[in-house]
């Protein structure tokens, strides 16, 4: 089925507001072979992830301005291998300076609206066929997006279709794991996580001290 057009939510000449003027510190926590074979030069980029539940759709993970969730994350992938496809042996971060180039901020009015229509064209599609859309699973936390997955993945499609120009990285706040204290409205987890699609944003690799 062709897509529609995107119904814009604001004047078209606003989506340059999406160019990322700034650049970003983001850390990925991996292998340390993996990041050693960047580090050397012998791997020009860390490998894309491109599972069906990734929160962002496929894309090259960083944690924003967080290397210690990063090791978090490495550290929790040795000890479920799901979590990395068993590819964690020694768990390590290694960092990126990074330029979102044209960004999905999820932390924006315009982006927010743009992935609910997305939600709406894909779900008219799974009515149609009389088939159930994927689901987010696994816990409070919904940690496997298979949904959100989706969604991001038919904004993308929809984009290019409508001849929109792509984006070159996804960017959102997850609130995840308990409540930092009693009462609190913040939460022991809670992230920024960047997924790059386009290599050209990640300006270069860098070894933190101690690692």
Not at 6 to 11: I, T
Not at 43 to 50: A, F, I, V, Y
Not at 177 to 185: F, H
């Amino acid at each position: 089925m062709a897509a529609k057009p995107l119904v814009a939510s604001a004047p078209p000449a606003w989506d340059t507001y999406k160019q990322s003027p700034s650049l970003v510190l983001g850390f990925h926590g991996c292998d340390r072979d993996a990041a050693e074979a960047v580090l050397n030069g012998s791997t020009k980029h860390l490998k894309l992830s491109d599972n069906e539940y990734d929160w962002l759709g496929p894309g090259i993970y960083f944690w924003e301005a967080d290397p210690w969730r990063a090791m978090e994350f490495a550290n929790d992938a040795r000890l479920r291998p799901q979590l990395a496809n068993g590819e964690v042996k020694t768990p390590y971060v290694i960092g990126a300076v990074l330029h979102l180039g044209r960004c999905c901020n999820l932390l924006d009015a315009e982006s927010l609206g743009e992935l609910e229509r997305a939600y709406e064209f894909i779900g008219n599609i799974y009515q149609l066929a009389r088939q159930p859309m994927p689901e987010n699973r696994d816990g409070a936390d919904l940690s496997a997006r298979f949904r959100d997955r989706l969604v991001v993945e038919t904004m993308h499609d929809l984009r290019r279709e409508s001849g929109i120009e792509a984006y070159d990285s996804v960017r959102a706040a997850f609130f995840e794991g308990d409540a930092l204290y009693p009462g609190a409205g913040f939460r022991r987890k809670n992230h920024i996580q960047i997924a790059v699609r386009s290599v050209h944003c990640i300006k270069g690799y860098f070894r933190l001290p101690g690692m």
